[in-house]
């Protein structure tokens, strides 16, 4: 293989590791086998097409036109010309799939759904990066600025990715780039010519040309080259995890605590809006979590994962929290008092293999939690958070909380909250609307006491207010969003829960965000399964005397709690037996319909399951390989086309500068074939043959008009003297082939030509019109042959004469 050849392939390769790194960005990855052709299809291009050669730019104008070509034919053959060619309804198309794609990115979280718009994304950039590299590395011989657009592609994935891309996919991506760079420098050395050095080289072994020592070893720049590309890597490979890490997201992060093995550190958490929203809006309910417990009333078991503290008009957050080791037994809840009705369950929970962020899910309030790793404790929001890269991926635990039971007397005698609390839970910024706070005031008008006003709050979002579930609308949590939301009255969870957390703090009560999950969906072995439907985010508020307690402003969503209806509950907990791991446990792909699933939410493929996922969002439609096979075809055969000439002129060359017979007959026919290929190479360089001159005369001409100077013009005026040996002599000397001479004479005349002159004589040789004589001449002896057998057969006629006769025109 040729060094640019060599060269090209690891371009190819080097793109195809890098985008390796977006594979877990979307949930299928048919689309890099996509990817992976029309790369490679426009490779090829691009070898054939320096291989002409044509000039640079062109080279890359073709590899790009080709690109063009095969994405229509992929994503847009519906509107294509012919199914093929690019048009207007072809770029609408496009405009159409980007503008779909960029909505899906947006709405769906990490790993997405392979819509056509992200496909399209995928594929079309993966194929831009490959023109790039391609273009840069081996089109213009520089291969070391290659690695921008290699970094930029690996960039994209590693700030998709959740927590950044894998320690793998940056590997693989590094060693692409490296091996690019060796291969231009074993390119370049091998263009020094043969290295020799003193000691003998070894039986048997070899190397490549250019690469050679008498040792028979690589060239020691080659050596330091690869020292210094497997170092390089090393280091930016363990540098990386020597240096602190960034936290991740919170729904989908892999965020660490700070913090040693004891006591100590510090844990912050980011905002889950678009975590949220994007669980919400997944087309496919993947069971995030699966669960037993030993309580059969689960309608309250809420799975919290952080709570939301500080609103800064903004966003609501997590503020920043002390974490320590995890306790035996966790604390008693704040400001639980034990007159307040307490049932204490066990739950056996199991992640999912997929599902992996840094905040344990736990219902609330916990009081033990056993699972192995490193996990410590936060004790403001009562979470286990994972600590050094430690997360929920697969793992499997038990916990122990209580269902707590308060009567709406005792929520409305609470007495004030201690007055650190009140002062922390209820600032609002400065910012917030006066809408938010007048329309509290509106609508709690009439309550006496603090529980009254939040039962309020609950009830007009829930079902007076007007208030519409929708989790299309766009996203926001500041001051802004909440007027918005409190103006159009149409949202998701995020906004409900905010707003009402919000309205709740401007009337002096403690309020805060939790965010988690649902309690899931009933499975035939008595599991519960979680899925990514189930995300949700709820107020709670602080009574003393009960805590910090659930309320559900959603409509449509989870239940709400009974100590807010008009009967406080009279009903026995359930038997509090220890709840027991069992192997059914393990996450299921699947999760069922629970049959108290309201009528709405099954109407917005709420519900989960199979069988009630209407309206899913677009999935992923396949590889067309048939079409992608048709266009490849195609394009083969316009290149084959447009290659034609040049195809027709290098077979004739062969032809006759090949060896023939061994008699003086063939010698000088290989004679005459030779000099008729050095004629044809001055014509295709703009020498015209002229037929009436002798070889001596037609050799001079060709010195003159082709500006050929030392070896290439004696070997005209050597190949015309065995053309006139040949012709003129009675008896001829045996001559043999013209090769050598023909080889000089056209690398004379390419050297003086020009640029433009050169890429005509390969591309569009003048003496390729020698096929279209002989194709014309074929034509004419065939119609002769049909007029004579015509005339023939009318000659043989038993028709009457007058009948074949023309009459003859008279004059006058």
């Known amino acids: 293989m040729s060094g640019r050849g060599r060269l090209a392939l690891c371009a190819t390769a080097a793109t195809l590791m890098a985008a390796g790194a977006l594979l877990p960005l979307v949930n299928k990855a048919s689309w890099f086998l996509t990817a992976v052709l029309l790369v490679s299809v426009q490779a090829g291009v691009g070898a054939l097409a320096r291989r002409v050669p044509l000039a640079r730019t062109l080279t890359v104008a073709v590899q790009a036109l080709v690109a063009l070509v095969l ?19 072809a770029f609408g198309e496009f405009a159409r799939l980007l503008e779909a794609g960029a909505d899906d990115v947006a709405r769906y979280a990490i790993p997405a759904p392979a819509s056509e718009g992200i496909r399209l994304m995928l594929v079309g950039g993966v194929l831009v990066i490959a023109l790039a590299v391609d273009a840069i590395a081996v089109t213009f011989r520089s291969a070391a600025p290659a690695g921008l657009p290699l970094l930029a592609l690996y960039s994209v994935a590693a700030g998709l990715s959740p927590g950044g891309a894998s320690w793998l996919w940056f590997l693989l991506a590094a060693s692409g780039y490296l091996l690019l760079l060796l291969s231009e420098g074993r390119d370049r050395l091998s263009q020094w010519g043969r290295v020799f050095g003193g000691a003998p080289r070894a039986e048997g072994r070899t190397t490549a040309a250019g690469f050679e020592t008498a040792g028979g070893s690589a060239l020691a720049p080659v050596r330091t080259g690869r020292r210094i590309g497997v170092l390089a890597l090393g280091i930016a490979l363990v540098v990386p995890a020597l240096l602190p890490a960034l936290d991740g997201g919170l729904l989908n992060g892999t965020g660490t605590g700070g913090g040693g093995d004891s006591g100590g550190g510090t844990i912050s958490a980011v905002n889950p809006l678009v975590s949220l929203q994007n669980s919400l809006n997944q087309p496919d309910d993947r069971e995030v979590l699966r669960y037993r417990t030993n309580t059969e009333d689960t309608k309250d078991l809420y799975l919290r994962i952080v709570s939301l503290d500080q609103f800064d008009g903004a966003a609501w957050k997590s503020s920043e929290r002390r974490i320590e080791d995890v306790p035996e037994r966790l604390p008693r809840p704040q400001g639980l008092s034990p007159g ?3 049932t204490e369950i066990n739950s056996s929970v199991s992640a999912a293999g997929w599902y992996a962020q840094s905040y344990l899910p736990l219902p609330y309030p916990a009081t033990q939690v056993e699972i192995g790793g490193r996990w410590r404790y936060e004790p403001a929001g009562r979470t286990l958070v994972g600590d050094r890269g430690q997360n929920t991926r697969g793992v499997r635990y038990t916990a122990g909380s209580l269902i707590v039971q308060p009567t709406a007397e005792q929520l409305a005698a609470a007495a004030a909250p201690p007055a650190p609390l009140l002062r922390d839970y209820t600032k609002v910024p400065g910012s917030l609307p006066e809408v938010v706070k007048s329309t509290a005031l509106k609508v709690t008008k009439g309550a006496s006491n603090d529980y009254e006003r939040a039962v309020a709050l609950q009830d007009w979002f829930a079902s007076e207010g007007g208030f519409t579930y929708d989790t299309q609308v766009r996203s926001g949590s500041g001051t802004a969003a909440i007027a ?111 049959d108290s699933c309201p009528p709405r939410m099954r109407r917005q493929g709420e519900c989960g399951g199979p069988a009630q996922q209407g309206g899913a969002g677009p999935t992923d439609t396949g590889f067309p390989l048939g079409p992608l096979l048709l266009v490849t075809l195609g394009v083969a055969l316009v290149v084959l086309l447009v290659l034609l000439p040049l195809l027709w002129r290098s077979r004739v060359r062969a032809q006759r500068l090949g060896s023939g017979g061994r008699t003086p007959a063939d010698a000088d026919a290989r004679t005459l074939a030779g000099w008729r290929e050095i004629t044809d190479a001055a014509w295709d360089f703009g020498i015209a043959p002229d037929e009436s001159q002798t070889p001596r005369k037609a050799a001079a001409r060709m010195v003159r008009l082709g500006g050929l100077e030392g070896a290439s013009a004696e070997a005209v005026h050597r190949a015309a003297g065995a053309v006139e040996v040949v012709l003129y002599s009675p008896r001829p000397a045996v001559a043999g082939s013209l090769a050598e001479e023909a080889q000089l004479v056209r690398e004379g005349l390419r050297a003086s030509a020009g640029r433009g002159a050169r890429v005509r004589a390969v591309l569009a040789p003048r003496s390729a019109v020698r096929v279209v004589w002989a194709v014309s001449g074929r034509w004419a002896a065939l119609t002769n042959r049909w007029a004579a057998s015509r005339r023939a057969f009318d000659s043989r006629s038993w028709w009457p004469v007058a009948l074949r006769r023309r009459p003859s025109r008279q004059r006058g």
């Open 71 to 89: 994405l229509t034919v992929v994503f847009a053959r519906d509107s294509a010309i012919g199914g093929v060619l690019p048009g207007p309804g």
């Open 484 to 594: 918005r939301f409190l103006r159009d009255k149409e949202g998701f969870c995020v906004h409900f829960s905010f707003s009402m957390a919000a309205m709740a703090r401007t009337l002096g009560i403690p309020a805060r965000v939790a965010v988690g999950f649902t309690p899931g969906s009933t499975q035939p072995d008595g599991t519960m399964s979680v899925g990514l439907r189930d995300a949700h985010a709820w107020p709670e508020l602080y009574f003393e005397g009960v805590g910090w307690t659930r309320f559900e402003p959603t409509p449509t969503r989870g239940s709400v709690p009974e100590y807010t209806r008009d009967e406080t509950p009279s009903g026995s907990a359930s038997n509090p037996a220890q709840a027991q791991p069992s192997a059914s446990a393990a996450p299921s792909a699947a999760p069922s319909v629970t």
């Open 340 to 342: 307040v009705r307490t």
